[in-house]
């Protein structure tokens, strides 16, 4: 009996620590994710390389999530929601032209993301009269 309670006791211990570092990354809120990283909000590793850019993949500046633009290097939850307000973007470039980066963030940034999403939100046709 006490060689199975050696046995089981580090096993529950080793459980119970491998939970407790999972419970300690930060987790987006449900639904509407809009808002999500806050300003606030200093991004996790784990956060980081889970986006397209940490995967090798461009982000792109007329759809990403504020998370994926906020995960880009200089960028942080800040910079990123500017960078959604400031949309639709022609090209990467606007950035610098619209003014929402300074030139060393572009520079950081410039060879990860691209403009090459929905430039402009269009309106439902009415009905043709």
């Known amino acids: 009996m006490k060689l199975l309670r050696a046995v089981i006791a ?3 211990l080793l459980a ?3 939970f407790a570092q999972q419970n300690q990354q930060a ?4 639904g509407d994710q ?3 990283p806050a ?3 200093k991004m996790t590793t784990a956060e980081k390389s889970d986006s397209p850019s940490a995967n090798g993949q461009p982000v792109d500046l007329n759809s990403a999530s504020k998370k994926d633009l906020a995960a880009l290097p200089g960028i942080g939850p800040d910079y990123a929601q500017t960078i959604i307000d400031a949309r639709p ?3 990467k470039e ?3 032209k ?3 980066i300074p030139q060393e963030t572009y520079d950081k940034i410039q060879n990860r993301v691209t403009a090459t999403g929905p430039k402009k939100q269009s309106l439902p046709e009415g009905p043709k009269h």
């Open 27 to 30: 987790a987006p809120p449900p």
């Open 16 to 18: 119970a620590v491998s």
């Open 34 to 36: 809009s808002s999500y």
């Open 89 to 91: 973007f022609g090209s």
């Open 98 to 100: 619209k003014k929402v």
């Open 10 to 12: 580090p096993v529950f």
């Open 39 to 41: 300003e606030t909000h």
């Open 94 to 96: 606007d950035l610098l």
